[in-house]
């Protein structure tokens, strides 16, 4: 136990230490403060909700997948960049049981999850309390709680999920691309079209119900199985990611 | 000690290591010397967990790395001289380390001391030359004090002021009571550095002892021509047939 808990403060202090984590909280909570902004200023024009309206304001809190792609980067560089910069060797000198040292960086990736999805929902959450305010208007959808605890959920597990690429691929680019490619042409091109009624068991299928008011009002899944469904395709990467670590010989 | 025992690992049809044996003790610097492509980094790997044979053991004072209860306070390692985000500082890097070993946050500044690079401590090491990143490298391994030291290629990247320093320190922590094992193939170097050696060749053991013995008992004048009696291709069969091992 002493040794993860070493471990983990090793991996929160290699984030810190680095300036892609403070890239990536200023990206995103920046990217969320715009939108909220952009959404607020377009509001009731060319169609768009009108400001107030509960449409507007779920228009305006589609925040987290701004935490789900800041939080999967984070996670891939996290892992691969053990081992583009070889640091993965003194890393197990230290640690030769390779399974604390995954342990660790789960750990260390979820509080950095939670961490920046909390601040990038609360920032863009309080941008727009600010611009429903300077219109006297105090209303905030019922299912905002939701929406916010769904987005810091999705992006915790979207980071695990990228640690996991990252340790399976050894190669952030590689995990990047992949990634990218699974989403846009496995999920969204194609089984989004063959097989529509699956779309809602794919990763971006659960997690879209966790942050898109559009599809979490659709009730397609509940949150709670959402959370699982995200929560098991998380544990599976990381199963084998964690399996490839202990048995490959590190060069 | 460290000792290894019928160590063999493959890779496919090419076999790295094949059944080597060898044992080094404390208080002396051993060279583990062997042509390129011998087998020693491959040793040292299985010797410290990264890299699992596929027969044989490789222990350190009995035990296995990955059993050591608090490996990096046992055992130092230097292998590459390029296993460091390049974005991060020497003294950070270093903080890193103590922080996962649990190891004390003064020691840092003082293994940085020791490694003459505390002016350069908040530089980031992608700035470093060569010869920096390999004093950083020893830096890390001796973060945890430990009592056995194993260093692969410690003087690629030296100047000569480094090379001097780098043979006094490892006089140093050998005089101290440490095990310390250095691969090379700088024989000259090698010469003026080490007192015993294990010498290989395509994975196997050639020969191993005191310089001064095994000289000595092949009559070469000195360790290069020692090595070269016991790594050319027709030394293989000497070895086996009275080489002292």
């Known amino acids: ?251 | 000690m460290i000792s290894v025992d019928h160590l063999t690992k493959r890779y496919g049809t090419v076999t790295a290591v094949d059944g080597l044996s060898f044992e080094v003790g404390p208080g002396r610097v051993t060279g583990f010397l062997g042509p390129n492509g011998a087998g020693k980094t491959t040793t040292l790997r299985m010797l410290l967990g990264l890299a699992a044979p596929d027969s044989g053991t490789a222990t350190i004072n009995g035990v296995r790395y990955r059993d050591l209860p608090s490996p990096a306070r046992t055992v130092g390692a230097a292998l590459d001289n390029d296993n460091f985000h390049p974005g991060r500082s020497a003294i950070e890097h270093l903080r890193i380390m103590a922080t996962a070993a649990g190891i004390s946050r003064r020691r840092p500044a003082e293994v940085l001391n020791l490694a003459g690079l505390t002016e350069d401590a908040h530089r980031r090491v992608g700035a470093f030359s060569l010869g920096m990143r390999q004093r950083l490298t020893l830096a890390t391994a001796l973060l945890g004090d430990p009592e056995v030291l194993i260093f692969d290629e410690p003087l690629n990247g030296l100047d000569p002021d480094g090379i001097r320093w780098m043979r006094g320190l490892l006089h140093r922590l050998a005089g101290e009571g440490r095990t310390v094992l250095v691969s090379s193939h700088l024989l000259a170097e090698a010469a003026q550095t080490v007192e015993d050696v294990v010498v290989i060749s395509h994975g196997r053991l050639a020969a191993e002892g005191p310089v001064a013995e095994l000289t000595s008992a092949t009559r070469s004048e000195n360790l290069e021509e020692l090595f070269f009696d016991l790594t050319s291709d027709h030394a293989d069969d000497r070895a086996l047939e009275g080489f002292p091992s």
């Open chain 1, 1 to 251: 136990m002493t040794t993860i808990v070493s471990l983990t403060r090793a991996e929160l202090r290699k984030l810190l230490a680095s300036r892609t984590f403070l890239i990536a909280l200023a990206l995103s909570v920046g990217l969320a403060i715009i939108s909220v902004a952009v959404d607020a200023a377009t509001a009731g024009k060319n169609g768009a909700a009108a400001l107030g309206t509960a449409a507007s304001t779920h228009q305006m809190l589609k925040l987290g997948s701004v935490c789900c792609v800041a939080m999967l980067v984070l996670g891939i560089i996290g892992s691969g960049s053990e081992y583009r910069y070889k640091t993965i060797i003194p890393a197990v000198l230290i640690a030769p049981r390779r399974g604390a040292l995954v342990a660790a960086k789960v750990i260390g990736i979820t509080v950095t999850g939670i961490a920046l999805s909390v601040v990038t929902f609360g920032l863009g959450l309080a941008t727009a309390v600010a611009e429903l305010s300077a219109h006297h208007l105090h209303h905030l959808p019922a299912d905002t709680g939701t929406l916010f605890a769904g987005s810091v959920i999705a992006g915790t597990l979207f980071g695990v999920i990228g640690v996991a690429l990252g340790y399976i691929t050894r190669s952030t680019v590689t995990a990047v691309v992949g990634a990218v490619g699974w989403v846009l042409f496995a999920e969204l091109a194609i089984l989004h079209t063959l097989a529509p009624h699956l779309a809602k068991w794919l990763v971006t299928g659960a997690a879209s119900t966790l942050t898109d008011p559009g599809v979490l009002a659709s009730r397609a899944l509940t949150p709670a199985t959402a959370v699982a469904v995200l929560g098991t395709y998380t544990v599976l990467l990381l199963a084998v990611a964690s399996r490839l670590v202990l048995r490959r010989d590190v060069a």
